[in-house]
């Protein structure tokens, strides 16, 4: 049998970029962004357990400049795929599917995010009386 | 048309021999990380700032120790079900995508193990 010039399904590129297609791929993406960040907080809860020393370093570590960028990256992940994998759950029970429900579900989890986010950081810096 | 045969119908565990079990894990996990992750988005914000003397007893604290302790489990077992898809999709090599799985799944349970450990350590007084 000739397997060698058999005709391929189309690949990614093909495609002309839509939201859902993109907020799809941004699901996976932040969902391994976020498997990076557990690394940061098991380190955090090991130094914590290590001592004030260890413990110290850590929290210097995430509060610099670079920490707190990557800390306002992964907050914003972890809320883009806490909303957006509460979308898949409602898709899962088969609700939603329609063109303009997907679509604007999709907006619907972008805004959130985005909103949660900032929310999030200007209670932190309530809480450290920056703001 | 069913190809398959009543015994495979029966056993519903398709071509992959595992069934749905993966599909209703990772929903599983994902439904306890619901409450657990907005639990730990009030945690760190509770803690903004904290000492180590501050961190360590609120972490000695049986409801914080518990709750973090569930947080990691759903956490890393919700992460290796997600990253296996991943490199099932991505890595082709046969050799290359069981190696990345076995060490993608070792590395999440060390970290799991690291954490409860990191955890148990505070709350008992370490």
Redesign the interface.
Known sequence: MNNGDRPLSPHLQIYAWQWTMALSILH?AT??G??AG??L??WW??A??D??AS??TVQTVIGSVVGRLCLFGW?WA?FYH?CN??R??FW?VGMGFDLDTARNSGYFVVAASIGLTGL?WI??YM??GAI | MDLRAPLGRVRGLGSAKSGTHHFWVQRVTAIALIPLSLWFIYAVLSLVGADHATVSSWLQSPINAVLMILLLLATFHHLQLGLQVVIEDYIHGEGTKIASLMIMKGGSLVLAVAGTFAVLKVAFGG
Do not use: E, S
């Open positions: 996976r969902g391994t976020l498997a557990t690394l907080m098991v809860l090991l914590l357990a001592g004030a413990f110290d907050t972890l806490f994998g509460i898949h759950l899962d999030t209670v932190g809480a450290m």
